[in-house]
């Protein structure tokens, strides 16, 4: 994980997702699913789906089971051409 000239820490995985972190608290972490999709009325079904495969596949465990991390937040954003939706949970 490199900063980036934000002072924001990211690491991009396989597909769309990406997980950032702060780095001047150093204590809040949020993790990002996008998803796009064709049919504006699939828009909340998949922001709904891209919280539950953060929560699924456990992409949070890392930070969650840090002490120093105080907020970790999940994110599921959704594009259909030019609208988006984006959903958020607080996971610690």
Do not use: H
Not at 29 to 53: G, H, N, P, R
Not at 57 to 86: M, P, Q, R
Request: proline residues 1%; glycine residues 4%.
């Amino acid at each position: 994980i490199k900063p980036d000239r934000m002072g924001i820490r990211a690491k991009e995985t396989k597909g769309n997702d990406m997980t950032k972190q702060e780095n001047k608290a150093k204590n809040k972490v949020i993790i990002i699913e996008i998803k796009a999709t064709s049919y504006e009325d699939k828009l909340d079904e998949l922001a709904t789906s891209a919280i539950s495969q953060i929560e699924e596949k456990n992409y949070a465990v890392t930070f969650t089971k840090l002490s120093k991390i105080k907020d970790v937040y999940a994110f599921g954003i959704v594009f259909c051409k030019k609208d988006c939706l984006v959903s958020c949970k607080k996971i610690k």
